[in-house]
């Protein structure tokens, strides 16, 4: 089994940036789709970014594309989530994920097998 810890979290100002860390134990993930999603208060979870290793793919959500970037150090068996100019529309609890296999349709939905606990990022204005 594959545990998760992210890392990274904190407050910001309005246009900082940040970098967020997931750090899994267990087997090695060097082979796994990660990706990183968020929930804000009262909101329902959504898709941040995501690498898919079968094709090698990296995904965004508009609202983070050209902002956010994922990135993986296999070597240190840890995934990234360089967050630039940040807004406060992006205070939310960030989690990362990892699945074996999954679809473009299941990483974007969330379905993943392996959860991290979260870390919270508040953006002020």
């Known amino acids: 089994q594959v545990q998760l810890v992210e890392s990274g979290g904190g407050l910001v100002q309005a246009g900082g940036s940040l970098r967020l860390s997931c750090a899994a134990s267990?087997?090695?993930?060097?082979?796994?789709?990660l990706g990183w999603f968020r929930q804000a208060p009262g909101k329902e979870r959504e898709f941040v970014a995501g690498?898919?290793?079968?094709?090698?793919?990296?995904y965004y959500a508009d609202s983070v594309k050209g902002r956010f970037t994922i990135s993986r150090d296999n070597a240190k068996n840890t995934v990234y989530l360089q967050m630039n100019n940040l807004k406060p529309e992006d205070t939310a609890v960030y989690y990362c994920?990892?699945?074996?296999?999954?679809?473009?349709?299941?990483?974007?939905?969330?379905?993943?097998?392996?959860w991290g606990k979260g870390t919270l990022v508040t953006v002020s204005s």
């Open positions: 690498f898919r290793w079968s094709d090698g793919n990296t």
């Open positions: 267990g087997r090695t993930f060097s082979r796994y789709t």
């Open positions: 994920a990892a699945d074996s296999r999954v679809t473009i349709t299941e990483l974007k939905r969330g379905d993943m097998d392996y």
